[in-house]
């Protein structure tokens, strides 16, 4: 299971725990790094707030972009479909289509002509 955790002011013991969650736990942590000169309006501040931009489009999308959780979920104990062992695996962030008891099935929208 993929599990994000995101420490903010870290000092040194929100770095501690940070590294505790990833070499105990196998937790993928991210430091939030605070840059005092984000908000000047100075290059050192247009620096700091691309840098910032940069980290939020790739870290967001992680979460936001997650087509795996919204269509590719199943049922996998319900009294009502077979719980067969074994299945797809599920992966979050990626949609493979499949029969498997329990799924979704696949499909597709047609428009209609005229």
């Not at 984000?38 to 931009?53: M, N, Q, V, W, Y």
């Not at 790739?58 to 972009?65: I, Y």
């Not at 067969?84 to 499909?107: E, K, M, S």
Request: proline share 8%; with cysteine; net charge negative.
């Amino acid at each position: 299971m993929d599990t994000q955790v995101i420490i903010v002011g870290a000092g040194p013991v929100g770095l501690t725990f940070a590294i505790d969650l990833g070499a105990s736990l196998g937790y993928r942590a991210w430091l939030a790094e605070v840059r005092p000169e984000i908000g000047d309006d100075t290059p050192s501040g247009a620096a700091a707030r691309a840098h910032l931009a940069e980290v939020a489009n790739v870290e967001q999308r992680k979460s936001n972009e997650m087509i795996g959780a919204e269509l590719g979920y199943r049922y996998v104990d319900s009294p009502i479909i077979d719980n067969v062992p074994g299945g797809p695996q599920h992966d979050l962030r990626a949609y493979l289509p499949t029969a498997w008891p329990g799924a979704r099935l696949p499909h597709m929208w047609l428009c209609a002509r005229g």
